[in-house]
């Protein structure tokens, strides 16, 4: 089985992570700077929170919050679901469907290691098969005759 290790193996080690003093029109900033959905929230070297670009929607934008100094302690996902290096690719999806939540924080020993988003689990999956499939049809089309 794949495990989440296998998945950050892939991935860049930069994790993108605010303070929660930080204005949430800052961090939107940063995040959309790096194409990310996601920034992870760190109090010092604890992690506190999530702020995703659902959390700046619903709590902010919808509710004509803009503009008012909103700090991302304010409006960030606090009850945090994480997973661990060891764990599989399918006990991650597990948890993202039901939580209903697309990004989940890796932690080994109390340290954030990093994140992984539903996508990354899909390309994760998908170039697995690939693989697979051509290993499978080399099998079959053997050496030749």
């Known amino acids: 089985m794949s495990t989440v290790s296998k ?3 892939k991935k ?4 993108l992570s605010v303070s929660p ?4 029109f800052d ?3 940063q995040m959309a700077a790096r194409s990310a959905g996601t920034a992870l929230v760190m109090d010092g070297g604890t992690l506190a929170g999530i702020l995703s670009e659902r959390d700046f929607i619903r709590k902010v ?3 004509n919050l803009c503009g008012k100094g909103i700090t991302v302690s ?7 679901t994480t997973v661990s290096p060891g764990e599989t690719i ?3 999806m597990n948890k993202m469907t039901q939580k209903r939540i697309r990004h989940l924080p890796v932690v ?3 340290k954030v290691v990093g994140i992984i988003s539903i996508g990354d689990l899909v390309k994760y999956l998908v170039e697995e098969k690939d693989f697979e499939i051509k290993n499978l049809q080399s099998y079959i089309s053997g050496p030749g005759l």
């Open 12 to 15: 860049s080690d930069e994790i």
């Open 27 to 29: 961090a939107i900033e």
């Open 21 to 24: 003093d930080t204005t949430v």
């Open 108 to 110: 080994e020993n109390e």
């Open 61 to 63: 934008y919808l509710q």
């Open 90 to 92: 399918e006990d991650c």
């Open 7 to 9: 998945v950050l193996e």
């Open 74 to 80: 304010e409006i960030m996902s606090s009850d945090l």
